[in-house]
């Protein structure tokens, strides 16, 4: 069965950037979507991005990072991207990549079956 590792977290200064990274282990991406979602203290998971493996121009983004976070795919290395830049505090969440079959991005936790570990984002003001 397909693991998703994510790795990319750690702590920031608002304005700063970082990238996260999601690596299938154990098999590789293929007609999936993948997604970021993240999860802040106290709240519900959300999603922020969503993209889907067979055609990477199909991407979607929660209206709270639009034109801030960017989603990618390398295929050779199954591996989804989430580029993050002018970081707010309230990106502050742990993050997790997802996957699910088909080919259209869903934001809702429930359609997607199967999830990373989380990695941790921390901006400061």
């Known amino acids: 069965q397909v693991q998703l590792i994510e790795s990319g977290g750690g702590l920031v200064q608002a304005g700063g950037s970082l990238r996260l990274s999601c690596t299938a282990a154990g098999g590789t991406f293929s007609n999936v979507i993948a997604g970021w979602f993240r999860q802040a203290p106290g709240k519900e998971r959300e999603f922020v991005a969503g993209?889907?493996?067979?055609?990477?121009?199909?991407?979607m983004y929660a209206d709270s990072v639009k034109g801030r976070f960017t989603i990618s795919t390398d295929n050779a290395q199954s591996t989804v991207y989430l580029q993050m830049n002018s970081l707010k505090p309230e990106d502050t969440a742990v993050y997790f990549c997802a996957a699910r079959s088909g080919t259209i991005i869903m934001v809702e936790t429930s359609r997607y079956d199967t999830w990373g570990q989380g990695t941790q984002v921390t901006v400061s003001s």
């Open positions: 993209i889907s493996w067979q055609s990477a121009s199909s991407t």
